[in-house]
Every structure is written in structure tokens, then in C-alpha cells.
């Protein structure tokens, strides 16, 4: 056990602690780990590591795990640079302290407290001497900048400001962090889709819209492979966060159906998406392929999504598999002769119409009802 300078506290009847960690107890005991989807996010994003830097970046990316079931973003490289130049600063001057602020953590086992006499709130914290038993909620850019430093930090009296929480549930964590994050850090939406589909409040449907992001950028027969940017990073250009909340608002209701054929539907919803966008870069293959075309801008994907109502409709109609990949590309084939590439010219028909999602799923509606342009 390791014995640390402790507060005890009380709030809304919860109990936390403000305790005093030394520079080694956080370089032995905080574990750092981010949000991540295999090889669709990296711990650690930023410039190369060509660029001069004080930091041993093959050591500190060892240290930093990357899993489903994290919540913290990706490490800001040059965010770490400029603490630990910052922290060199202040060891120099020596006239300001270079983490003044308590971080927030959250210890996986049990804390023993033993207060200085009966009834006191000031005593000392009994922390198991576990490597990586705590986790940051708030902070871990500062004690990563931290570990990367510690060295420097050897002989010196230095000390952490600590809030810690004993065995916070989980779903606590995540909320105590999205409210900490989303505003006032500007947490990226994509990241805010993230959690509260799968780890805050559990939103089925958004659970469900997520996966299917998941499975269009993630399965490599997806015409969207590799290009959404899971968690609002990476190289692709389409991003999570709109595609997302416009799939959550189709599974929210009945869209597909009814209540159980809409339910129903979720459990193929990834099979039908992915076939779905395969037959619609079909349709449209020179612009879908081209760059100079809107296609997969977040307008143009929550058009194409907005619609796909109306795509599974026909195909109940017309007694087919609802992701049965031929009988999607018959069913939209309407839009290549009735809508056809250059509708998403960029710098043409694009621009000049002043597309919305509205005005675009509009046009892919009548030309699914009216396949010949009869009517119309």
C-alpha cells in the first residue's frame, strides 16, 4: 500500500478524495488509455516524429493503450511537447508550479482511509500498489507530460493535487467526462457519438447507427472504407458525427416498417448500409470515384441515408431480401438516368441549386416513385 496526505469529502452522498500523489506514485500508478477501433485509431496523433522534440515518443506511445472500451481521445502530440517545455520552464524559473491543478482520477479497487483522529475529514489514503490501478478522468495530457518528464523530476520535492474517486461505476466515469469535455475542451462530436452510443446512456438507436458507421468504414468491401474519420480523426474526409445522428434518427422510429419490422431490421441494418453505398457508387461511378464531385460530403450521405426508407420499402414490395445486394442496385437504378453524376459536380449542378439534405433526398424520392419521369 502506499500512504498519501488525503481529504476526505463528501458531495450529493458521494465520497471522493483530494490527496497529494508524488511524481513517481503517478509514474507507477495512472494507467493512460484512449478511445480506439484497432487500426482505425492510433494512441497518439500529431506531427511526425521528425519534428524536434524533447519527448521520447517510442517510450511514451508504449505506455499508452488504445481499446473500445477507453473514453479518454487520442493523445494531441504537440499538446505534450508543450507541457513538458512548460514544465521545463517552471523547473528553470522556479517561480511558478507546473501542474497546480488536481487532476481527477478514478481507482479500480478499494481505498482505506484513516482519518488523523475519530471524526476527522484530514487523515491518510491507503492506495494498493498496483501498476496502472488508477485511471485519469481529467488531466491525462498533464501526467502524461508528466511520465514523459519524469526524469527531470527525480530529486525534486514534487508533488500532484489529486481528486480521487474509489471504484466509480463506469458509466459514471464516461458522463463525468463528457460534461468535464464537451464544452469547455470542445470535445469533438464524432468522439460524443462515440460514447454516448456505446458507454454513456446507452442509446440503442444510436448504438445501432453507430455500428453502422463502424461497418462502412471498417469492412474493406465498403465503398466507404477507411475514409470516415471514427472519433473525428484520421485521413478520410467524411465525418462520424452527422452520419451518425442521421442513422439515430431513422432507427429511433419506425421508419423501416413498424415497431417489430423496424427492430428487426437493426440486427441486418450493417449488411443492408454497406450493400446499400455499393450499389449507390455504382450508380454514380464517375463521382463517387472523382474529386471533384460532393458526393461524399456529410450532405449528400445523410441525403442518400434520409431515403433508404423508401429503398426498403420497395424492395418489401417487390418480396426481396432487404440487403440483398442486386435487388438494391435494381431498386436505385432509377437515380442514374433520372439524377445521373453530374447532379454532384461540386462547381456545377452542386453549387448552382444551393443542395441541402432536404432538397437532395427530394430528388432521390420522386425518382425512386417515378422511375421513367412520368408524373412529374
Known sequence: MISVAAIRMQQFGVQFYQASLTAEDIDKLVR????SYGEAGQPVRGATKKVPSKVNWDLLE???????????RQIIRRKIDELVQYYEQCRQARDLPSIPGAVIISCDERLTFEPVEAGSVVGRLKVPEREGILRAIDGQHRLLALHADIDNMRGHDFTV???????????????????????????????????????LYRDEALAVAHDVVRALNDREDSPLHGEIKLLGVGRGR???????????RLFAGDAFGGPRKSADFREDAKKFFVNYFKQVSMVFGAAWGGRKYSIKSATALRAF?????????????????RSDYRAIGRVIAPWGRRIGDQRFETEGAWKRQGTTVDTLARELKLALEYPEGAGV
Open 161 to 199: 493535487p489529486a481528486i480521487i474517486f474509489d471504484r466509480l461505476p463506469e458509466d459514471h466515469i464516461v458522463q463525468m467526462f463528457v460534461t468535464i469535455n464537451a464544452k469547455h475542451t470542445r470535445l469533438n462530436p464524432s468522439h460524443l457519438v462515440s460514447l454516448s452510443g456505446r458507454q
Open 238 to 248: 467524411v465525418a462520424q458525427a452527422p452520419l451518425a445522428q442521421e442513422l439515430k
Open 32 to 35: 493512460f488509455e484512449v478511445l
Open 305 to 321: 441515408v434520409r431515403v433508404s426508407p423508401d429503398v426498403v420499402r420497395r424492395l418489401d414490395q417487390d418480396h426481396a431480401d
Open 62 to 72: 508504449r505506455r499508452i493503450a488504445a481499446s473500445e472500451k477507453a473514453y479518454q
